[in-house]
């Protein structure tokens, strides 16, 4: 509930570092920061059922369409890790992000799909877009003060002499993964709001 709340209003989070005990990262169990699989996963399986509702209130549910809106989704966010781990090699930052944390913090934007897809069933198209808007930059901010928190901190342990591009680099990719998302839930979600 508490990482719910956290990437609903992150606003008020202060300490965004991801506690450790001897030498590994704490289980998100015990730790609001470590990313997890969990809610994204839950959230992926929601945001299939919900689209499907969507899409029966409209007269338009067909297990089709409901294979295309699950197989789209799942391809988008596994392309966004692809291209983000193929950025974070290209810029060489050593940290202790796994495809998992990233596989993570792309999933969370389901939630978001969710809050935007109900808001839009309830209240209409005002309703969807007033929920993408909150829902869009709170995950971005989110994952710019999660991942800026594991990217950067490579940066500390590296030789500070030379290393302004490339750390100019780093902080690209994270702004350029937060303004990724608003985008993807957006196509995700437009043609099941009418």
């Keep these: 509930m508490k990482k719910l709340l956290l990437l609903l209003f992150p606003y008020t989070h202060q300490d965004w570092e991801v506690r450790y005990h001897r030498d590994s990262p704490l289980t998100p169990r015990h730790d609001v920061n470590a990313p997890d699989l969990y809610i994204p996963s839950m959230a992926f399986i929601t945001y299939i059922l919900l689209a499907g509702m969507a899409l ?112 100019r680099l780093r902080m690209y990719i994270t702004v350029a993964t937060a303004a990724f998302q608003p985008v993807i839930i957006y196509w995700l979600t437009h043609h099941l709001i009418r």
């Design 56 to 167: 029966g209130i409209q007269q338009r549910f067909s297990p089709e369409v409901l294979g295309v809106c699950a197989s789209s989704a799942l391809v988008w966010v596994v392309l966004e890790v692809l291209v983000l781990l193929l950025c974070l090699y290209l810029v060489t930052v050593h940290s202790d992000l796994s495809t998992f944390d990233l596989l993570a913090y792309s999933g969370y934007k389901y939630v978001c799909m969710i809050l935007s897809l109900l808001s839009g069933l309830v209240f209409g198209s005002d309703g969807y877009y007033v929920a993408l808007s909150w829902t869009s930059c709170a995950l971005m901010f989110f994952i710019v003060r999660s991942l800026r928190m594991k990217i950067l901190s490579s940066v500390s342990t590296e030789s500070m002499g030379g290393h302004n591009h490339r750390n």
